[in-house]
């Protein structure tokens, strides 16, 4: 009878998720992946088996990662320094050279091997790939003094969206296929940007219209003054959080990425703690989630 219980327990629990499978059925879900969910083994399973288990169900799933870690350590090995300004990597053209060896020819294809081994059927893509991300020129803005212009930095090789060719991500969701794309772009000339995978993770979700954003993270979501989790929070309450200093560091280009991606179309934006196993499942198909939501 033990068994017989344990039975019924767990198929009343896949019977919880039946309303949000009906919900989520045919609908994008941009997620960008990155942190320690991108270290751990364990965790990258993880990661793996929830993404292969929504497209299996009727969900369209289309990842974005990151990959700062790994050229750091590349960078580190053939001797170059990592230099950055307000968060961002100066990429010269050897940077550039090594960024794009990392994201495009190790991380991504490390993605999509895992994704095939679970039972997926993962494509891995660049910007340059069919033209997937039109990209331009990105400068910083440094505030010297008031009422004086910002002085412009040039950081290298360091893009930021123009444009996305939607049509190709929706072409191989309707095939089946799950897109696991890297966050570089290409420019009017030819030339390679390195790109925020935050930034473009919103950009792609706004462009498809999707139903959620998701960014893993390796914080459990926005925390108030107090360090306690905001569960929700819209627009204003962000704005707010940001004015006052409680949002700020790594934590502000976010929030400002998912406000964007949400005034571009997206349902709903999702700041969760990547270092939860099957952090994605707990999000989509439970009614509490975790992290912080984010709407307009």
Sequence with gaps: MENISNSIERADILLETLPYIRRFYNKTIVIKYGGHAMVDNELKDKFAQDVVMMKYIGINPV????GG?????????????SKFIQGMRVTDEETMNIVEMVLVGMVNKEIVGLINRHGGNAVGLSGKDGNLINA????????????????IIDIGLVGKVKSINSQLIITLTQNNFIPVIAPTGAGDKGETYNINADLVAGEIAAALKAEKLLLLTDVPGVLDKNKNLINTMNNDDALKLIDDGTIEGGMFPKIKCCLKALKGGVGKAHII??????AILLEVFTDKGIGTQIVL
């Design 63 to 66: 990842v974005v990662h990151g």
């Design 69 to 81: 870690p790994q050229i750091g350590d590349l960078l580190k090995k053939v001797g170059k320094e």
């Design 136 to 151: 331009e020129k990105y400068y910083l803005n440094e505030e010297k003094a008031k009422h004086t212009p910002p002085e």
């Design 273 to 278: 703690d990547g270092r939860l196993k099957h």
